[in-house]
């Protein structure tokens, strides 16, 4: 069992800057390939980015590609989401997500991540 936890969340202005992070409780995090996923009100979870456990192989949503940057530090167990240039529509619940059965890469649906955060709220006013 692998608990996550995140932090960086609040309330930011459009074109602003956050950078979430996840701690993650396991001896083995290189061997977890990590994901942020986010939910809007009234819409479904949707991926923003993966990362592989060794961090070679990233992906990220079309929406947030060239603003979001996701890496992870395997020393620190932590795993963060580096958002620039924020816009309203990225208001969201974020959350973290890990799961160890995938090598060399990082899934890119939530059903691919068995353990999950309890999210952090981010808002971006206009």
């Known amino acids: 069992q692998v608990q996550l936890v995140e932090s960086g969340g609040g309330l930011v202005q459009a074109g602003g800057s956050l950078r979430l992070s996840c701690a993650a409780s396991t001896r083995v995090f290189i061997r977890y390939a990590m994901g942020w996923f986010r939910q809007a009100p009234g819409k479904e979870r949707e991926l923003v980015a993966g990362i592989s456990g060794n961090g070679r192989s990233t992906l990220y949503s079309d929406s947030v590609k060239g603003r979001f940057t996701i890496s992870r530090d395997n020393g620190k167990n932590t795993v963060y989401l580096q958002m620039d240039s924020l816009k309203a529509e990225d208001t969201a619940v974020y959350y973290c997500?890990?799961?160890?059965?995938?090598?060399?890469?990082?899934?890119?649906?939530?059903?691919?991540?068995?353990?999950w955060g309890q999210g952090t709220q981010v808002t971006v006013s206009s």
């Open positions: 997500a890990a799961d160890q059965r995938f090598n060399g890469y990082a899934p890119g649906t939530a059903s691919g991540y068995s353990y």
